[in-house]
C-alpha cells in the first residue's frame, strides 16, 4: 500500500531534535499497524509540489499550526487537490487541520470554537459506525486545537464526537474518507512541551494547567490506529 503523508505544517524547530516531523509521528505510530505500507511524505505548507492523485493508494493530512481558513497560498490549490481525491474515490484520512480541511474542502465550514482552546487527554463517545471502527467504550485520546468543523459538509456523518469537539470525527458517503479531530499521533511528552512553552502566551495558564494534569491519565493510540489501518485496507485500491 503506498501511503502519501500530506504535511500541513512541521513542528517549531526547537520541538523537532526530539521530536521529529510531522510525518515522522504518523509513521511511528500508524506504522507498526498498517506494516504493509510504503509511506510517503510530501510537505505541501513547505511548497513541495503535489502529486497526480493516482500516485498512491492513499492518503493522510497532518495537522498544522494554520487555520484552514487562512489566506496561504498553498491552501486553495491544497484544496482543490482534495476534491480531485474526492472525484477519484481515493482514500483519505485528516487529523487535526487535516479534519479542518476536509470539510472546507467540501462545503462544511470551519472557525474559532465560541468555547476556546480544547486540550489535553478528551474522552469520546462513539457513533455505530465508529464503534465498528474503533470498538464501542469510549474512546480517550490527545487533543490540542482551537478550530472547529461547525458546520458539517454534505455528505458527512459523524463517527465520535463530545461536549468539547461536537463534530470530533467524520466520514463521507460518497468516497472513503475519514477524520478525526483529536491527535492520535502526538505522544504526552509531546503536549507537554507544547504547553509549556505556550502557557501564558498563546494558552492561558489555568487551562494549560488543567491540560497537563490529564496528560497522566491513559491513552488509546493503539486501539485508534488499528481502526485507522482497517480502514485503509477495506478502501485502498492497491496498484498490482
Not at 494554520?66 to 482514500?91: C, N, Q, S, T, V
Not at 477524520?179 to 504547553?195: G, N, T, V
Request: proline letters at 8%; one cysteine or more.
Amino acid at each position: 500500500m503506498r501511503l502519501c503523508i500530506l504535511e500541513a505544517d512541521r513542528p517549531a524547530e526547537a520541538f523537532q531534535p526530539d521530536h521529529g516531523t510531522y510525518a515522522g509521528m504518523f509513521m511511528r505510530w500508524l506504522g507498526p499497524h498498517l506494516p504493509e505500507a510504503e509511506f510517503t511524505n510530501v510537505f505541501v505548507a513547505g511548497g513541495e509540489a503535489l502529486p497526480q492523485p493516482a500516485d498512491f493508494d492513499a492518503y493522510l493530512i497532518t495537522g498544522s499550526r494554520a487555520g484552514a481558513y487562512e489566506g496561504h497560498a498553498w491552501i486553495a490549490p491544497f484544496e482543490d487537490f482534495l476534491r480531485k481525491l474526492r472525484a477519484e474515490r481515493i482514500p483519505l484520512v485528516g487529523v487535526c487541520f487535516g479534519h479542518q480541511i476536509m470539510a472546507q474542502a467540501f462545503d462544511g465550514m470551519v472557525r474559532k470554537s465560541d468555547g476556546g482552546w480544547v486540550i489535553g487527554r478528551q474522552e469520546h463517545s462513539l457513533t455505530p459506525e465508529g464503534a465498528a471502527l474503533f470498538g464501542p467504550s469510549e474512546l480517550a485520546a490527545l487533543s490540542f486545537h482551537q478550530d472547529q468543523v461547525v458546520e458539517l459538509p454534505p455528505g458527512a456523518r459523524h463517527l465520535l464526537s463530545n461536549t468539547a469537539s461536537p463534530n470530533g470525527g467524520l466520514v463521507y458517503d460518497d468516497f472513503p474518507a475519514m477524520s478525526l479531530q483529536f491527535h492520535p499521533e502526538f505522544q504526552p511528552a509531546y503536549i507537554r512541551e507544547l504547553l509549556v512553552a505556550a502557557s501564558g502566551i498563546r494558552v492561558p495558564a489555568p487551562l494549560a494547567e488543567t491540560a497537563l494534569a490529564s496528560l497522566d491519565n491513559p491513552l488509546e493510540p493503539d486501539r485508534i490506529a488499528l481502526g485507522v489501518a482497517r480502514f485503509y485496507r477495506n478502501h485502498a485500491r492497491i496498484a498490482a
